[in-house]
């Protein structure tokens, strides 16, 4: 009766095994995979923006054409009309304006050169503004 259960116990752990097991494969790629996504540096902001005021970044970043700066950001109060974009080498504000308390986008850039991260309040309250901008 011994010899049973032990064989038993061996033949379960034996198939339990063989049931778990895991085969690998390497595949061989003809071309490299580049992530083309990759951020260059995260910066972490929390400011105050006066009633209709406008708040920008005074450090300049150079940016490629085809590049996407992510800007992802809460506020309060949640009411407030946020435009945040960014500032390029002509003192041109490129923005998407945001209602709700949270914004997140990419903008991609369509020409090379240097750009500033900036808000436009657009309300008549102070609102408080936390996130962060990936390049």
Do not use: W
């Not at 010899?3 to 895991?22: D, N």
């Amino acid at each position: 009766m011994l010899k049973k259960k032990v064989f038993c116990s061996i033949l379960a752990c034996l198939l339990l095994f063989c049931c778990l097991s895991v085969h690998t494969v390497a595949l061989e790629l003809d071309e490299p995979v580049v992530d083309s996504a990759v951020a260059r540096a995260t910066s972490q902001f929390s400011v105050e923006i006066p009633a209709n005021g406008f708040r920008y970044v005074r450090t300049t970043f150079p940016m490629e054409y085809g590049e996407v700066v992510s800007i992802r950001a809460v506020y309060s109060p949640s009411s407030a009309n946020i435009s945040f974009g960014l500032v390029d080498s002509d003192n041109t504000f490129h923005y998407i304006t945001s209602t709700g308390g949270s914004f997140d986008h990419g903008f991609v850039i369509t020409e090379r050169g240097d750009y500033r991260f900036a808000m436009e309040n657009n309300s008549s309250v102070e609102v408080s503004v936390t996130g962060f901008v990936t390049y």
